[in-house]
């Protein structure tokens, strides 16, 4: 944690539920002209679209290529188990997605990808990626475990053409690998030696390339009878992790303690040593529409703080990087692209809102993006 200063902005972070938002910007402001006020983490979004269309799409690289230096593509939708093992072209429509990704970027921002071999349920192998997304298996991959040798060389294969492809400055190699663990920990030890196989190969042909895992902050906060285990497990596989990266929804975590929400960020440093980062984030700024979770709070001004808070902690623990997972509410995408039911959980935790106002969240991400890089 970096020493000077730290004093003030705890105090500040610490005030933050009895000050208005516009008096936090204004304080961080100030003290954008001091050399002791410097911002040593890299701030991005990933490019999730708020509606489907070359409109949207334009947008949201548009916005993310000016509040950004480093964007996040963010690919878990599948792995083309098939092509990768064999090491043979993949799908077409996959690789329009890459080249719209590549394309759209500005050439300024750094690259944080994050490829997973765990499928969205984080319970099992990654589903089939070909034509479509989340494709059933095929009959070649049918009960293989994550560390079947097929699965171990399609999946470096794989990796090694995404690195090829996106050039990345970041990769992640799996996608909150903790919930596994939670999920179904029979599968964790298999999961834990191709995790391991791979960073080993991929850190011998990319040495300067910071390679990691992510965790999700949120489920280590929830009164498990194995969280302790977990923090246990995530501390031996941050040996071969270069940065201990986390997704962190402060929503989901349970217990919420509203006087301090983002308090496990403080946590962490118990457990690792590593330079840290978030891989993805948010809180929304409308209440939930989803049953059981429509009694958490949720505001404008609660989105803000929020936000404030978290990247305070990011200034104070000297963070790689901090991504926000959408930029702009996605109210449109829910309705036009049939996402399932538990979209709703992010669906208004952008910057801006559905028709593109813009929040005192944005307002605060800006405070800190305008300050000056050290």
């Known amino acids: 944690m970096r020493k000077s200063n730290a004093s003030a902005v705890g105090t500040l972070a610490r005030r933050i539920g009895r000050v208005v938002i516009i008096g936090l910007i204004a304080s961080v402001y100030s003290g954008a002209t001091s050399a002791e006020l410097q911002r040593t983490f890299l701030m991005g979004f990933t490019p999730w679209l708020y509606d489907l269309g070359e409109e949207a799409v334009d947008s949201t690289y548009s916005y993310i290529n000016s509040h950004s230096n480093i964007i996040s593509h963010h690919l878990e939708e ?9 090491n043979t072209r993949y799908h077409t429509n996959m690789m329009w ?13 750094k690259v944080l990808l994050s ?27 049918q009960g293989k475990r994550f560390n079947d040798p097929d699965v171990k060389k399609a999946y470096l294969n794989y990796a090694e053409s995404a690195i090829a492809y996106f ?10 690998a903790n919930e596994l663990f939670f999920n179904s920990p029979l599968q ?82 118990e457990h690792t040593d590593k330079p840290l ?7 929304p700024a409308e209440v939930i529409e989803f049953p059981g979770l429509d009694h958490i709070p ?40 049939a996402l399932p039911a538990y979209s709703l959980l992010w669906r208004d935790t952008g910057l801006l809102s559905e028709s593109g106002k813009v929040r005192s969240s944005s307002t605060v991400w800006d405070a800190f993006y305008n300050l000056p890089m050290k």
């Open 78 to 86: 599948g792995v083309p188990w098939v092509e990768a093992l064999a």
């Open 97 to 109: 997605e890459w080249r719209q990704r590549a394309s759209k970027s500005s050439k300024d921002l």
């Open 115 to 141: 490829i997973s071999p765990l499928n969205q349920s984080r319970d099992g192998l990654a589903d089939y990626r070909g034509e479509f997304t989340h494709m059933a298996m095929p009959k070649s991959f």
């Open 167 to 176: 050039e990345p400055d970041y990769l992640a190699i799996a996608i909150e």
């Open 188 to 269: 964790w030890q298999d999961f834990v030696e191709l995790y391991i196989e791979t960073y080993a190969a991929l850190k011998l042909t990319h040495p300067e390339l910071p390679v990691f895992f992510t965790s999700s902050l949120h489920t280590l906060n929830q009164m498990r009878k194995n969280t302790d285990d977990a923090w246990s497990e995530m501390s031996q596989l941050w040996n071969y992790a270069d940065i201990a990266a986390f997704s962190y929804y402060p929503f989901m975590q349970y217990p919420l303690d509203l006087s301090d929400p983002v308090a496990i960020m403080e946590r962490i440093r």
């Open 277 to 283: 980062a978030i891989s993805e984030s948010g809180y």
């Open 298 to 337: 949720a505001t404008e001004r609660l989105q803000a703080e929020v936000l404030f808070r978290m990247l305070i902690r990011a200034y104070l623990e000297d963070y790689v990087f901090y991504v926000a997972w959408a930029h702009r509410d996605f109210d449109r995408l829910v309705s036009s692209a």
